[in-house]
């Protein structure tokens, strides 16, 4: 059974003007441990795309399916436990909180499942990106690419089977995110994690083991690169 | 268009606009805060502003007013209207009586009425014809809002007797003097057997004749009168309880600003907040040309926004609240000063500017700080740097080192002397007390954030941390929310520790005071300073009871000294009865009970001796008898009954210059070996159908806790005005925290937080903010009841109050003020709840 299965999902917003589809009639499949990567232009329906497959939204018509259930059939709390349980964010901005030190940040996940030993896995996690001597740190006493590797090993604290990243690189410079990427990749390949990752760096794209082209909210172009 | 408005519209206005609960919030503050203000100003001046002397009534055409402790003879009259000058005298008998027994007290004032001046006085064709006078039986002339016409048949209690009378017309209100609706007018005559004064005037009215000052034909009355009696214009009583009065209107006053102050936090803090908020668009501006100035201007302009919406409502506000204050007022009024009747309410045009001035004003001022801030903005580091999270810069030494010169200034402050009765220096010590409890906040809640989080997050979970990192992460609005609540809490409890150490010592006091058995006055809801009279043979024949031991005489007069109504009273001071009275410190009771009797001595309460500065040992000159008597103070006593204060002397001695033996109360001690009931029932029996009361010790206690407790009704609405604007205050603070941080809410939902996780943040946070403002509220509110009680009580009021905890009481307000701060939580959690994650990461 398939980690991941996006069956003829489309999703459409309701704005004060017009309706928009952000995605039309997309389906995928992704399995354990696979890196796929999302690439089209902005607003393409990138992110949307994300945000279905981990679980934060519903789609307008077609169904999600997460390990096998379907995320249009769960309660807010269910979906909110799905979250936790298997399914890991990161951002192109980070997304750290600033009033939390670096292991706390990577705690949260755990703290708000109530994980036991929160503190020993997150220090361990920060260990696998090598951020283990800035764990009592705020955000703005780190760099941009500390920041994502903390960011990262928030991600992965809870065991998640889907990697969500949204232009993971997109802030950092050439050669930090030539770094975080490696990272990244290593990371997710470590814990035989899916990784699904929007981009616009060839970079990242030249990783993946498969390459999958949204253009106006459809899947244009599916190419296996591995 | 202007442009100036145009920005105004467009970078003030609209944002404002967008967020219209967290904008009707702060507007709702201002109002209530200008609105409680004007409130109180307005019922303040209906209840004891506008106070009229119920017994000047109908005085309205006399110049001078000739009056004398216990009445004057009325053969004087014989003798005045012999002087060489065209004086017109109107005699005058002044006393309360009661509609059927019950009710208000009316008051019921004798006239001549065959002279044409005195029908006058009653306006022409109220006494249609002199012959009413004789055609009707007991004729009475009474008010129009009584609700009684021509031909009805009352009944009055009047001291310890029901009359009854026959309404011979109704006044007509010409000139809407005060009072006047509510009085009854009879014949001297017939007045003069109603009170049983018969031979006696209470005053007697003067019209002078013109071409000379007044001030010459006072002069000139003095002369020729006995020195005993007193010559004053005509208002000099009104005045004088205006004058007593004003000492509890200004405090009142005081109390009702307390809101405001409050709300002056909270206008900072929505303005501070609208700065960091819109730090990028400040930058865009500055870019795009505009000066420091325009910026400064733009954020003043909000806060008079709020400063004139809110007072604009806090008018209609205060107006609606002034009819439930003036009845409180009204109480208090009656309880601890003097009959009085509240006056309609109105708008006052200063009343309404100085309200309205205090609203803008303080709107304005708390404002200054974050605008005089957004002005410094530089246009490219803020547009950098783009929306910055709200952290105010807290140098936390610097403060510390304020807040412990504030504390000890404010401290200082409180040893000075009170300015003309006023204690202007222990208020603005609270003031220096409050600014250092904020100046030394920040420290507190960083102290509070860095011990108790681990704690917390280990009692409540991660919840609890993420709220305790919030508050700390953005400690300038932590401690401007926590100081403005801490300060509604601090007013509430120093206020409540002051009320309940005062009900304390008055119980304590009533314990040893009150050592009676049983208690008798005439019948009718008599204020302070009124004081009907009971046949004599009463006391008489009630001592004479055998199962009776002791019975305490006691009668009091309505005096004025040096300005100031007291009140003269002589009671029987053996060593049985009067054992129980408490002196100050120092002083001999057992010695000073001996010697009271002995001559013209005087014992004086401890109210009356703070005012007029009398100590063992002064001498207090009292007109009395045809001639002016000096009695020596022998010592100063505790009491708690009136704020004017009492000059005891002993009944002989009263006698011998009074000689009227009729009683204002009677305390009754019955033999252990007796049964209290039976000897009640045989009082009963004594006393007839007159109207007097019986109380037993225990309900003449109950009652007095029951009038004491009404009294302060006033002062605990006025801290509930202040919890509410607090309260309002954190709901509008967080639900703009909430609206600033939905990126972190955002973020924990991608993060796995459920939803109820998110709205237990906030309510943590609130409970966070109400559990630092109690705790600072308790301390701080400590800290003001010892200076209320022992210097701006002491300094107003002159009581002694020993200081006591109210356990249940604060208990019970701080819970609810806990409860109310949490609960100010739920809707900007739901904000939080109902906001979108994706859309608000998505924007990010």
Same mark, same amino acid.
């Given at each position: 059974?398939?980690?991941?299965?996006?069956?003829?999902?489309?999703?459409?917003?309701?704005?004060?003007?017009?309706?928009?589809?952000?995605?039309?009639?997309?389906?995928?499949?992704?399995?354990?441990?696979?890196?796929?990567?999302?690439?089209?232009?902005?607003?393409?329906?990138?992110?949307?795309?994300?945000?279905?497959?981990?679980?934060?939204?519903?789609?307008?018509?077609?169904?999600?399916?997460?390990?096998?259930?379907?995320?249009?059939?769960?309660?807010?709390?269910?979906?909110?436990?799905?979250?936790?349980?298997?399914?890991?964010?990161?951002?192109?901005?980070?997304?750290?909180?600033?009033?939390?030190?670096?292991?706390?940040?990577?705690?949260?996940?755990?703290?708000?499942?109530?994980?036991?030993?929160?503190?020993?896995?997150?220090?361990?996690?920060?260990?696998?990106?090598?951020?283990?001597?800035?764990?009592?740190?705020?955000?703005?006493?780190?760099?941009?690419?500390?920041?994502?590797?903390?960011?990262?090993?928030?991600?992965?604290?809870?065991?998640?089977?889907?990697?969500?990243?949204?232009?993971?690189?997109?802030?950092?410079?050439?050669?930090?995110?030539?770094?975080?990427?490696?990272?990244?990749?290593?990371?997710?390949?470590?814990?035989?994690?899916?990784?699904?990752?929007?981009?616009?760096?060839?970079?990242?794209?030249?990783?993946?083991?498969?390459?999958?082209?949204?253009?106006?909210?459809?899947?244009?172009?599916?190419?296996?690169?591995? | 268009?202007?442009?100036?408005?145009?920005?105004?519209?467009?970078?003030?206005?609209?944002?404002?606009?967008?967020?219209?609960?967290?904008?009707?919030?702060?507007?709702?503050?201002?109002?209530?805060?200008?609105?409680?203000?004007?409130?109180?100003?307005?019922?303040?001046?209906?209840?004891?502003?506008?106070?009229?002397?119920?017994?000047?009534?109908?005085?309205? @055409?006399?110049?001078?007013?000739?009056?004398?402790?216990?009445?004057?003879?009325?053969?004087?009259?014989?003798?005045?209207?012999?002087?060489?000058?065209?004086?017109?005298?109107?005699?005058?008998?002044?006393?309360?009586?009661?509609?059927?027994?019950?009710?208000?007290?009316?008051?019921?004032?004798?006239?001549?009425?065959?002279?044409?001046?005195?029908?006058?006085?009653?306006?022409?064709?109220?006494?249609?014809?002199?012959?009413?006078?004789?055609?009707?039986?007991?004729?009475?002339?009474?008010?129009?809002?009584?609700?009684?016409?021509?031909?009805?048949?009352?009944?009055?209690?009047?001291?310890?007797?029901?009359?009854?009378?026959?309404?011979?017309?109704?006044?007509?209100?010409?000139?809407?003097?005060?009072?006047?609706?509510?009085?009854?007018?009879?014949?001297?005559?017939?007045?003069?057997?109603?009170?049983?004064?018969?031979?006696?005037?209470?005053?007697?009215?003067?019209?002078?004749?013109?071409?000379?000052?007044?001030?010459?034909?006072?002069?000139?009355?003095?002369?020729?009168?006995?020195?005993?009696?007193?010559?004053?214009?005509?208002?000099?009583?009104?005045?004088?309880?205006? @004058?007593?009065?004003?000492?509890?209107?200004?405090?009142?006053?005081?109390?009702?600003?307390?809101?405001?102050?409050?709300?002056?936090?909270?206008?900072?803090?929505?303005?501070?907040?609208?700065?960091?908020?819109?730090?990028?668009?400040?930058?865009?501006?500055?870019?795009?040309?505009?000066?420091?100035?325009?910026?400064?201007?733009?954020?003043?302009?909000?806060?008079?926004?709020?400063?004139?919406?809110?007072?604009?409502?806090?008018?209609?506000?205060?107006?609606?609240?002034?009819?439930?204050?003036?009845?409180?007022?009204?109480?208090?009024?009656?309880?601890?000063?003097?009959?009085?009747?509240?006056?309609?309410?109105?708008?006052?045009?200063?009343?309404?500017?100085?309200?309205?001035?205090?609203?803008?004003?303080?709107?304005?001022?708390?404002?200054?700080?974050?605008?005089?801030?957004?002005?410094?903005?530089?246009?490219?580091?803020?547009?950098?740097?783009?929306?910055?999270?709200?952290?105010?810069?807290?140098?936390?030494?610097?403060?510390?080192?304020?807040?412990?010169?504030?504390?000890?200034?404010?401290?200082?402050?409180?040893?000075?002397?009170?300015?003309?009765?006023?204690?202007?220096?222990?208020?603005?010590?609270?003031?220096?007390?409050?600014?250092?409890?904020?100046?030394?906040?920040?420290?507190?809640?960083?102290?509070?954030?860095?011990?108790?989080?681990?704690?917390?997050?280990?009692?409540?979970?991660?919840?609890?941390?993420?709220?305790?990192?919030?508050?700390?992460?953005?400690?300038?609005?932590?401690?401007?929310?926590?100081?403005?609540?801490?300060?509604?809490?601090?007013?509430?409890?120093?206020?409540?520790?002051?009320?309940?150490?005062?009900?304390?010592?008055?119980?304590?006091?009533?314990?040893?005071?009150?050592?009676?058995?049983?208690?008798?006055?005439?019948?009718?809801?008599?204020?302070?300073?009124?004081?009907?009279?009971?046949?004599?043979?009463?006391?008489?024949?009630?001592?004479?009871?055998?199962?009776?031991?002791?019975?305490?005489?006691?009668?009091?007069?309505?005096?004025?000294?040096?300005?100031?109504?007291?009140?003269?009273?002589?009671?029987?001071?053996?060593?049985?009865?009067?054992?129980?009275?408490?002196?100050?410190?120092?002083?001999?009771?057992?010695?000073?009970?001996?010697?009271?009797?002995?001559?013209?001595?005087?014992?004086?309460?401890?109210?009356?001796?703070?005012?007029?500065?009398?100590?063992?040992?002064?001498?207090?000159?009292?007109?009395?008898?045809?001639?002016?008597?000096?009695?020596?103070?022998?010592?100063?006593?505790?009491?708690?009954?009136?704020?004017?204060?009492?000059?005891?002397?002993?009944?002989?001695?009263?006698?011998?210059?009074?000689?009227?033996?009729?009683?204002?109360?009677?305390?009754?001690?019955?033999?252990?070996?007796?049964?209290?009931?039976?000897?009640?029932?045989?009082?009963?029996?004594?006393?007839?159908?007159?109207?007097?009361?019986?109380?037993?010790?225990?309900?003449?206690?109950?009652?007095?806790?029951?009038?004491?407790?009404?009294?302060?009704?006033?002062?605990?609405?006025?801290?509930?005005?202040?919890?509410?604007?607090?309260?309002?205050?954190?709901?509008?603070?967080?639900?703009?925290?909430?609206?600033?941080?939905?990126?972190?809410?955002?973020?924990?939902?991608?993060?796995?937080?459920?939803?109820?996780?998110?709205?237990?943040?906030?309510?943590?946070?609130?409970?966070?903010?109400?559990?630092?403002?109690?705790?600072?509220?308790?301390?701080?509110?400590?800290?003001?009841?010892?200076?209320?009680?022992?210097?701006?009580? @002491?300094?107003?009021?002159?009581?002694?109050?020993?200081?006591?905890?109210?356990?249940?009481?604060?208990?019970?307000?701080?819970?609810?003020?806990?409860?109310?701060?949490?609960?100010?939580?739920?809707?900007?959690?739901?904000?939080?709840?109902?906001?979108?994650?994706?859309?608000?990461?998505?924007?990010?």
């Amino acid at each position: 059974m398939a980690l991941l299965e996006v069956r003829n999902v489309s999703k459409v917003y309701r704005t004060q003007s017009a309706p928009v589809a952000a995605l039309r009639n997309v389906s995928l499949t992704v399995d354990c441990g696979e890196f796929v990567a999302l690439v089209g232009k902005s607003g393409g329906g990138k992110s949307t795309l994300l945000n279905l497959c981990g679980a934060m939204d519903f789609p307008t018509a077609g169904e999600v399916l997460i390990d096998g259930q379907a995320t249009s059939n769960l309660s807010d709390a269910a979906l909110t436990r799905l979250r936790r349980e298997r399914v890991g964010f990161i951002f192109q901005s980070f997304q750290l909180l600033h009033t939390l030190t670096a292991v706390e940040n990577v705690e949260l996940p755990l703290l708000l499942a109530r994980t036991p030993n929160a503190r020993t896995i997150a220090r361990e996690r920060l260990y696998r990106v090598e951020m283990e001597e800035y764990a009592d740190r705020f955000p703005h006493q780190l760099s941009g690419g500390q920041q994502q590797r903390v960011a990262i090993a928030r991600a992965l604290v809870h065991d998640p089977k889907l990697l969500l990243a949204d232009e993971p690189t997109g802030n950092l410079d050439t050669a930090t995110g030539e770094t975080v990427l490696a990272l990244l990749t290593r990371a997710a390949h470590d814990f035989e994690v899916a990784l699904i990752m929007a981009t616009h760096s060839n970079e990242n794209v030249a990783l993946a083991d498969r390459v999958l082209q949204l253009r106006d909210g459809r899947l244009e172009h599916t190419a296996v690169l591995r | 268009m202007n442009s100036g408005w145009l920005l105004f519209e467009r970078l003030i206005l609209r944002p404002l606009l967008r967020e219209p609960v967290r904008t009707a919030l702060t507007v709702f503050a201002v109002a209530l805060g200008v609105g409680v203000v004007i409130a109180i100003d307005l019922a303040g001046q209906a209840a004891a502003g506008s106070f009229h002397s119920s017994l000047e009534s109908l005085t309205g @055409k006399d110049d001078l007013l000739i009056s004398n402790t216990g009445g004057i003879d009325q053969n004087l009259l014989g003798r005045l209207v012999q002087l060489p000058y065209a004086f017109r005298f109107s005699p005058r008998i002044e006393k309360f009586a009661f509609l059927n027994g019950k009710g208000e007290a009316l008051p019921f004032i004798g006239l001549d009425l065959i002279s044409s001046d005195a029908q006058d006085e009653i306006r022409p064709g109220a006494l249609s014809h002199a012959a009413d006078l004789l055609t009707t039986g007991d004729p009475v002339w009474v008010g129009s809002r009584l609700g009684l016409h021509k031909g009805d048949h009352v009944r009055l209690l009047i001291n310890d007797a029901l009359h009854d009378f026959t309404v011979a017309g109704v006044l007509k209100p010409q000139n809407g003097e005060i009072g006047e609706e509510n009085v009854i007018v009879a014949d001297i005559g017939l007045a003069q057997k109603a009170t049983g004064k018969t031979g006696k005037l209470d005053s007697i009215g003067v019209r002078v004749p013109p071409g000379q000052t007044l001030g010459f034909w006072t002069d000139y009355l003095r002369k020729q009168l006995p020195s005993s009696l007193s010559v004053e214009p005509q208002g000099a009583r009104t005045e004088e309880n205006r @004058k007593m009065l004003a000492a509890f209107r200004w405090n009142l006053r005081i109390l009702s600003y307390i809101a405001l102050v409050v709300g002056a936090f909270l206008i900072y803090n929505t303005i501070s907040i609208s700065v960091v908020r819109r730090r990028n668009e400040i930058g865009i501006v500055r870019a795009l040309g505009a000066d420091r100035r325009l910026i400064t201007f733009a954020f003043l302009a909000e806060a008079l926004f709020f400063g004139v919406v809110g007072s604009a409502i806090g008018l209609v506000i205060g107006r609606a609240m002034a009819v439930g204050a003036v009845g409180l007022i009204g109480n208090t009024v009656q309880a601890l000063y003097v009959s009085s009747q509240p006056a309609p309410i109105e708008f006052t045009a200063l009343g309404v500017l100085t309200a309205v001035g205090l609203g803008l004003a303080v709107s304005l001022l708390a404002a200054l700080a974050p605008a005089f801030e957004a002005s410094r903005v530089a246009p490219v580091e803020a547009m950098a740097r783009g929306r910055e999270e709200y952290v105010a810069a807290v140098r936390s030494r610097v403060m510390v080192a304020w807040a412990i010169i504030l504390l000890a200034v404010g401290a200082g402050l409180t040893n000075l002397p009170p300015v003309h009765r006023q204690p202007i220096f222990a208020y603005i010590a609270v003031l220096f007390l409050i600014a250092g409890t904020s100046a030394i906040i920040p420290s507190v809640v960083a102290l509070f954030a860095g011990t108790a989080s681990s704690l917390l997050e280990r009692l409540i979970g991660v919840e609890a941390l993420l709220a305790m990192r919030s508050l700390r992460g953005s400690i300038g609005r932590t401690s401007i929310l926590t100081a403005a609540l801490a300060i509604a809490v601090a007013m509430t409890a120093s206020v409540g520790i002051m009320v309940g150490s005062f009900r304390e010592t008055v119980s304590l006091w009533m314990n040893d005071q009150l050592r009676a058995d049983l208690y008798l006055r005439p019948a009718g809801l008599s204020a302070i300073d009124q004081h009907p009279t009971m046949s004599l043979e009463i006391a008489e024949q009630i001592a004479k009871l055998p199962g009776v031991s002791a019975v305490d005489r006691f009668r009091a007069y309505p005096i004025t000294y040096q300005g100031l109504p007291a009140t003269l009273a002589g009671t029987d001071t053996t060593f049985e009865t009067s054992a129980s009275t408490k002196f100050l410190p120092g002083e001999n009771r057992d010695q000073i009970l001996r010697r009271l009797s002995a001559g013209d001595y005087a014992v004086v309460s401890e109210p009356f001796a703070n005012k007029h500065n009398v100590h063992t040992g002064s001498v207090l000159t009292l007109p009395l008898a045809r001639a002016e008597r000096r009695f020596t103070v022998l010592g100063v006593y505790y009491d708690y009954a009136a704020e004017s204060g009492y000059i005891v002397v002993d009944w002989n001695t009263l006698m011998r210059y009074l000689p009227d033996p009729e009683v204002s109360n009677l305390a009754v001690y019955v033999k252990p070996s007796e049964d209290i009931t039976a000897v009640r029932r045989q009082i009963d029996g004594i006393i007839g159908g007159r109207a007097v009361l019986v109380f037993s010790n225990a309900t003449l206690r109950a009652g007095a806790i029951a009038t004491f407790d009404r009294t302060f009704r006033i002062t605990y609405a006025l801290e509930a005005v202040a919890v509410i604007v607090a309260v309002m205050g954190i709901a509008g603070a967080l639900l703009a925290m909430v609206i600033d941080r939905r990126r972190e809410f955002a973020l924990l939902r991608f993060l796995g937080a459920a939803k109820p996780q998110i709205r237990r943040i906030i309510l943590c946070e609130a409970g966070l903010l109400g559990l630092l403002a109690n705790g600072i509220g308790l301390l701080l509110g400590t800290a003001l009841s010892l200076i209320l009680i022992f210097v701006i009580n @002491k300094q107003s009021f002159g009581w002694t109050i020993q200081f006591h905890w109210p356990v249940p009481l604060l208990l019970a307000a701080l819970t609810g003020i806990y409860l109310a701060t949490v609960l100010a939580g739920l809707y900007p959690g739901q904000t939080a709840v109902r906001m979108n994650p994706i859309e608000v990461i998505h924007e990010e």
